[in-house]
Each structure stands twice: as C-alpha cells, then as structure tokens.
C-alpha cells in the first residue's frame, strides 16, 4: 500500500502540449523556379533560394528573390532581387522587402519594398527610393512605374541631380509626347 501511494504521489500531472501558433507550410523547396503567365504569354520568373509554400492560403514566402520580368510580347523587360517576398499566384501578384534592386536596360532603383500589380501592370512603393539613370539620381517617398522604369512618378519630397537635359526641341518633343504621355502611371 505504502508503495502504490509512493507511485501515486510521483506521478506529474500531464499538461496537454500548446498548439503551435506557427503555421506549417505545406511545402518547403530550395533553389525554385516559379513562371508567372498570362495567356499563355510569360510575364515573370521567379528565382528563389528557398520558398515556403501555404497552399490553402496562395502564400508563398520566398527568401533570395530574383525575378525577371518579360512585357505582353514575351521580352525581357527587368531585374528585381529582394532579400524577402510573397508571392500570391492566383492573383500574379509579388510583394518584395529587404535591399529591393530593379534593373532595366536605362534604370536602377533601390528601395526597402515593392509590390507588382499584374493589373495595372505597375510597380509601387510607399517606401524610400533612389533612381539612377545614367548620370541622373532622383530620390524621394512613394513611387508608381512600369516595370522596365521608363516611365517612374515619385510622388512626394522628390530631390535630384539631372545632367541628362534635353538640349533640342525634338528631345523635348520626345518627353512631352502623347506617346510617353499615355504611358505615365
């Protein structure tokens, strides 16, 4: 009797184990390759070190992102590397954060984050950015572009040094065309 009141007394009341708050992915691929397209056509290729993939949710974290972008005709357009992002691929759309490089034939912009809007077909950026092109750096908060950054709109506390002056009235004509006009965001 003795004894069993000893086993008794030495047994640890087991607390039922907490449920992770952690989400567990349903898949966890490295070195990825993931082709963004729209009828039939490609419109990016996402590189990534590592992908974490949440399926019920269309969640994807990527971590080492390099994405090419390629325009309506299937051209190669830019560059973005991030150290982060997500990637939704039911709606097309990625979002970026962490050393945000875009590089196209005339631009590079760095910045923190950048979303992609497939329907727009825009990039944007609450964030901080520096664009150069050529010899030309401008700086400023928020951004809209196309994504080969042709035509970029800062929208505010804009600052810069422009060398890159038109110096005739058809390079003027060039900017101001209705043309490049159409294609502002």
């Known amino acids: 009797m003795a004894l069993s009141a000893m086993v008794a007394c030495s047994r ?3 607390q039922p184990e907490e449920q992770s708050a952690e989400k567990i992915p349903d898949s966890v691929i490295q070195n990825a390759t993931i082709v963004l397209t ?8 996402i590189l990534a070190d590592t992908l974490i993939v949440f399926d019920s949710e269309d969640s994807t974290v990527a971590i080492g992102v390099k994405v090419d972008f390629y325009d309506e005709n ?9 150290n982060e992002g997500l990637i939704r691929q039911a709606r097309r759309q990625i979002l970026v954060w962490g050393a945000v490089v875009v590089v196209s034939d005339s631009s590079r912009l760095e910045t923190e984050s950048l979303k992609w809007d497939p329907v727009q077909k825009l990039i944007t950026t609450d964030d901080f950015v520096r ?17 080969r950054l ?29 043309e490049g006009r159409g294609n502002l965001p």
Do not use: F
């Not at 664009?131 to 994504?147: N, W």
């Open 74 to 82: 299937g051209e190669y357009r830019s560059t973005l590397t991030a």
């Open 150 to 178: 042709e035509h970029v709109r800062i929208l505010r506390d804009v600052k810069g040094s422009i060398t890159d002056i038109p110096q005739s009235e058809e390079e003027l004509d060039e900017l101001e065309g209705d």
């Open 131 to 147: 664009l150069h092109r050529g010899s030309d750096v401008v700086t400023g908060y928020g951004m809209e572009s196309d994504s």
């Open 38 to 45: 729209s009828e039939g056509m490609r419109e990016a290729v």
């Open 12 to 14: 640890t009341e087991r």
